[in-house]
């Protein structure tokens, strides 16, 4: 009987083609909206660092009231929860004096103002780290060099590494090495210049300020004489931010990365971490309880895509839009099998029963959602190439993949049996002999 | 064949409610050819599509074919329609974008037969009514004789054993209703019951018998000659 109704209903829409593709349309429109968006959101959190890696992110997890503090601003900037999982200068300061990792990285990434060697002002992005980042990112030093560990946590460091494109952008195609540059009334010396891969760090970093570029990186010990840190750090109302203040407060900022490639390394950072805590608690000086998490890097990718509060917005937004063309394609179905109810009532009189007609109707629908994904899937791929084009900055490419493409066909083909189920129900509910032409 | 007692149907909407059928009785035997006759408005139409299990109704009893329909679900009563009852309407309710043999093929597709009985069964039903060069035809393409003999087609094509034909030849030249109405004969002399609603007493004469239908309920016209012939 299948064969039978997929017939009658290929036959049914090909009757009106016009208004068939009026209902496909309505239908991909949202199922295309809906893929993409996914695609992006999915291509933004696919690992740009594949393969096996033992580098970890470490986390104690706590509540520092950021959304009571920053208000709508947290949740409209992805802020409301991210800095709670991060560590704050003090303890980033207190763990990297651990020997139990191979290397280790603390890394604060936000927007300077910077004054060139020429006398010009300039805003660029700037990462404060500690050395070992560029090899833990596998960001090459392309000349040069970059600073000596001991000076990760000097205030008083005068050096930066500059990224290859923003110093073609200051410097143009003069040699950067060496020349001066003043951030907050602190003057450095470019050492290097660092090749431009702005996905590493983007991705894996929270970024407090815009850009595309990585900018300037400078050793972490920097941030405690310039001052640098983000606007919630000190509340809103203290912009007098005292540099001893910083070694003492609890805002999560920083983000440490540790490598462990031996599982009695991860074992002892483990039982480090704990036994920091426990100090914390017992000494008084963690505001909150701690909850330290030791976490792989493509573990800590996901769950800081998952905390991201623009992408869910922008998902759920499209979700929406999916509903919406699942309530119009219902109205159009409505519609449609509303003007064959006299010849629906002239099958039941030959013996069609309820549930036939209700099945003949679904696929129908069924068969509307098959095209809407055929041309939902078209207008996804052209949207995620419009999002590529208009985006030349992105961090990454954007694309549909397999898994994408089948999950989209597959919640059209929902959407289309969702649409559906009114309608028939509609239709075969009607008694025959109220559309029945006797006469 | 059909054996109704004490049928009543109501319709209603809002606050009002019309009786359509009051107390209705009638008895049709295996075989026989009845021609129902009455006034627009007595309740052939009801009558109709209550013998046909197309509507329900209020009250009395109903046995089509000795099997009591009263509190059959939709499937049972589907499945006695598509076996037992061949429909032939005045207004013919061919479907339009179906060809001579798909709307043929209708019923026989609920009834889920395969293929090749399908088309022996389409073929002698198109044989009998004299259509077989016409199979590939869409109804548009045929004239109102040719359509009606398709729905009559149509209606044998599942070999019931009770026909109900409205007005069956109200849309046609007096030729032509001619040669249907010489079709359903020669279709009751082969077995099939035939319940035939019309208005045109040189038509109702060709039946065995007739009976009346006025204000819901059948009538003996002897017994009141005076309404029931200002109503026919």
Same mark, same amino acid.
Not at chain 1, 197 to 224: A, K, S, T, V
Not at chain 1, 323 to 344: D, G, N, Y
């Given at each position: 009987?299948?064969?039978?109704?997929? #017939?009658?209903?290929?036959?049914?829409?090909?009757?009106?083609?016009?208004?068939?593709?009026?209902?496909?349309? *309505?239908?991909?429109?949202?199922?295309?909206?809906?893929?993409?968006?996914?695609?992006?959101?999915?291509?933004?959190?696919?690992?740009?660092?594949?393969? =096996?890696?033992?580098?970890?992110?470490?986390?104690?997890?706590?509540?520092?009231?950021?959304?009571?503090?920053?208000?709508?601003?947290?949740?409209?900037?992805?802020?409301?929860?991210?800095?709670?999982?991060?560590?704050?200068?003090?303890?980033?300061?207190?763990?990297?004096?651990?020997?139990?990792?191979?290397?280790?990285?603390?890394?604060?990434?936000?927007?300077?103002?910077? #004054?060139?060697?020429?006398?010009?002002? /300039?805003?660029?992005?700037?990462?404060?780290?500690?050395?070992?980042?560029?090899?833990?990112?596998?960001?090459?030093?392309?000349?040069?060099?970059?600073?000596?560990?001991?000076?990760?946590?000097?205030?008083?460091?005068?050096?930066?590494?500059?990224?290859?494109?923003?110093?073609?952008?200051?410097?143009?195609?003069?040699?950067?090495?060496?020349?001066?540059?003043?951030?907050?009334?602190?003057?450095?010396?470019?050492?290097?210049?660092?090749?431009?891969?702005?996905?590493?760090?983007?991705?894996?970093?929270?970024?407090?300020?815009?850009?595309?570029?990585?900018?300037?990186?400078?050793?972490?010990?920097?941030?405690?004489?310039?001052?640098?840190?983000?606007?919630?750090?000190?509340?809103?109302?203290?912009?007098?931010?005292?540099?001893?203040?910083?070694?003492?407060?609890?805002?999560?900022?920083?983000?440490?990365?540790?490598?462990?490639?031996?599982?009695?390394?991860?074992?002892?950072?483990?039982?480090?971490?704990?036994?920091?805590?426990?100090?914390? $608690?017992?000494?008084?000086?963690?505001?909150? =309880?701690?909850?330290?998490?030791?976490?792989?890097?493509?573990?800590?990718?996901?769950?800081?895509? #998952?905390?991201?509060?623009?992408?869910?917005? /922008?998902?759920?937004?499209?979700?929406?839009?999916?509903?919406?063309?699942?309530?119009?394609?219902?109205?159009?179905?409505?519609?449609?099998?509303?003007?064959?109810?006299?010849?629906?009532?002239?099958?039941?009189?030959?013996?069609?029963?309820?549930?036939?007609?209700?099945?003949?109707?679904?696929?129908?629908?069924?068969?509307?959602?098959?095209?809407?994904?055929?041309?939902?899937?078209?207008?996804?791929?052209?949207?995620?190439?419009?999002?590529?084009?208009?985006?030349?900055?992105?961090?990454?490419?954007?694309?549909?993949?397999?898994?994408?493409?089948?999950?989209?066909?597959?919640?059209?083909?929902?959407?289309?049996?969702?649409?559906?189920?009114?309608?028939?129900? $509609?239709? *075969?509910?009607?008694?025959?002999?109220?559309?029945?032409?006797?006469? | 064949?059909?054996?109704?007692?004490?049928?009543?149907? /109501?319709?209603?909407?809002?606050?009002?409610?019309?009786?359509?059928?009051?107390?209705?009785?009638?008895?049709?035997?295996?075989?026989?050819?009845?021609?129902?006759?009455?006034?627009?408005?007595?309740?052939?139409?009801?009558?109709?599509?209550?013998?046909?299990?197309?509507?329900?109704?209020?009250?009395?009893?109903?046995?089509?074919?000795?099997?009591?329909?009263?509190?059959?679900?939709?499937?049972? @009563?589907?499945?006695?329609?598509?076996?037992?009852?061949?429909?032939?309407?005045?207004?013919?309710?061919?479907?339009?974008?179906?060809?001579?043999?798909?709307?043929?093929?209708?019923?026989?597709?609920?009834?889920?037969?395969?293929?090749?009985?399908?088309?022996?069964?389409?073929?002698?039903?198109?044989?009998?009514?004299?259509?077989?060069?016409?199979?590939?035809?869409?109804?548009?393409?045929?004239?109102?004789? @040719?359509?009606?003999?398709?729905?009559?087609?149509?209606?044998?094509?599942?070999?019931?054993?009770?026909?109900?034909?409205?007005?069956?030849?109200?849309?046609?030249?007096?030729?032509?209703?001619?040669?249907?109405?010489?079709?359903?004969?020669?279709?009751?002399? #082969?077995?099939?019951?035939?319940?035939?609603?019309?208005?045109?007493?040189?038509?109702?004469?060709?039946?065995?018998?007739?009976?009346?239908?006025?204000?819901?309920?059948?009538?003996?016209?002897?017994?009141?000659?005076?309404?029931?012939?200002?109503?026919?």
């Amino acid at each position: 009987m299948l064969a039978y109704y997929l #017939q009658q209903a290929l036959r049914s829409l090909r009757r009106n083609p016009a208004y068939s593709m009026l209902m496909m349309l *309505c239908l991909a429109l949202g199922v295309g909206v809906w893929i993409s968006v996914h695609s992006t959101v999915a291509s933004q959190a696919r690992d740009p660092m594949p393969g =096996p890696r033992n580098l970890f992110h470490v986390e104690l997890e706590h509540d520092s009231g950021l959304p009571e503090r920053m208000g709508n601003a947290a949740g409209i900037w992805g802020l409301a929860h991210l800095p709670d999982l991060l560590l704050s200068y003090r303890q980033v300061s207190e763990l990297s004096r651990s020997q139990i990792p191979s290397r280790s990285a603390g890394a604060f990434s936000t927007q300077v103002a910077v #004054q060139l060697d020429d006398g010009r002002f /300039v805003e660029g992005p700037a990462t404060f780290c500690f050395a070992d980042l560029f090899a833990l990112f596998e960001i090459p030093v392309l000349s040069g060099s970059t600073w000596a560990r001991s000076l990760d946590l000097d205030p008083n460091a005068n050096v930066a590494v500059v990224d290859h494109d923003q110093a073609r952008l200051w410097f143009g195609n003069t040699d950067p090495i060496g020349r001066k540059v003043r951030l907050g009334g602190v003057e450095v010396t470019i050492s290097g210049v660092a090749a431009s891969d702005p996905q590493r760090l983007r991705l894996y970093h929270l970024w407090f300020g815009g850009g595309y570029r990585n900018g300037l990186f400078l050793p972490l010990g920097l941030i405690e004489r310039m001052r640098a840190r983000p606007v919630f750090v000190f509340g809103w109302n203290d912009h007098d931010g005292a540099n001893a203040a910083l070694r003492t407060l609890d805002d999560g900022f920083v983000h440490f990365w540790v490598e462990l490639p031996t599982e009695a390394q991860r074992s002892a950072m483990i039982l480090l971490l704990d036994s920091y805590v426990e100090r914390e $608690r017992v000494s008084g000086r963690a505001s909150a =309880p701690l909850r330290p998490t030791l976490r792989r890097l493509d573990d800590w990718r996901r769950n800081a895509h #998952q905390l991201y509060a623009g992408y869910r917005l /922008v998902e759920m937004l499209s979700l929406i839009g999916l509903i919406a063309s699942c309530l119009s394609l219902v109205r159009l179905l409505m519609a449609k099998f509303q003007i064959r109810a006299p010849e629906v009532s002239v099958r039941r009189a030959l013996g069609a029963s309820r549930r036939a007609v209700f099945l003949q109707h679904i696929v129908e629908a069924l068969l509307v959602g098959v095209g809407g994904a055929l041309i939902g899937l078209l207008f996804a791929s052209l949207e995620v190439a419009m999002y590529n084009a208009a985006l030349p900055d992105r961090t990454v490419d954007f694309a549909l993949d397999l898994g994408q493409v089948a999950s989209g066909f597959g919640v059209t083909l929902l959407c289309a049996l969702f649409a559906g189920l009114y309608p028939a129900w $509609r239709i *075969c509910s009607i008694p025959p002999a109220v559309y029945l032409r006797w006469q | 064949m059909i054996r109704m007692t004490g049928i009543k149907k /109501v319709y209603t909407s809002g606050v009002l409610a019309m009786e359509a059928l009051a107390d209705l009785s009638l008895h049709v035997g295996k075989g026989e050819f009845v021609a129902i006759m009455g006034p627009s408005g007595s309740g052939k139409t009801t009558f109709l599509n209550i013998a046909g299990l197309l509507d329900s109704f209020d009250g009395g009893d109903y046995l089509l074919d000795d099997i009591d329909v009263r509190g059959l679900g939709d499937d049972e @009563q589907s499945r006695l329609r598509n076996q037992k009852i061949g429909f032939v309407f005045q207004s013919f309710n061919l479907i339009p974008d179906l060809d001579v043999f798909d709307n043929l093929d209708v019923p026989l597709r609920y009834r889920g037969l395969h293929g090749a009985e399908r088309r022996r069964r389409i073929e002698h039903a198109l044989e009998q009514v004299g259509l077989t060069a016409r199979s590939r035809h869409l109804p548009s393409q045929l004239s109102g004789g @040719q359509q009606q003999r398709v729905a009559i087609a149509r209606a044998l094509v599942g070999e019931p054993k009770l026909i109900l034909a409205d007005e069956p030849t109200g849309n046609l030249d007096s030729v032509m209703a001619r040669q249907i109405m010489e079709l359903l004969q020669k279709i009751n002399q #082969q077995g099939t019951t035939i319940v035939m609603v019309t208005h045109a007493a040189e038509l109702a004469a060709r039946a065995h018998r007739k009976l009346h239908i006025l204000d819901g309920k059948v009538i003996d016209p002897q017994a009141r000659p005076r309404r029931a012939a200002e109503a026919i």
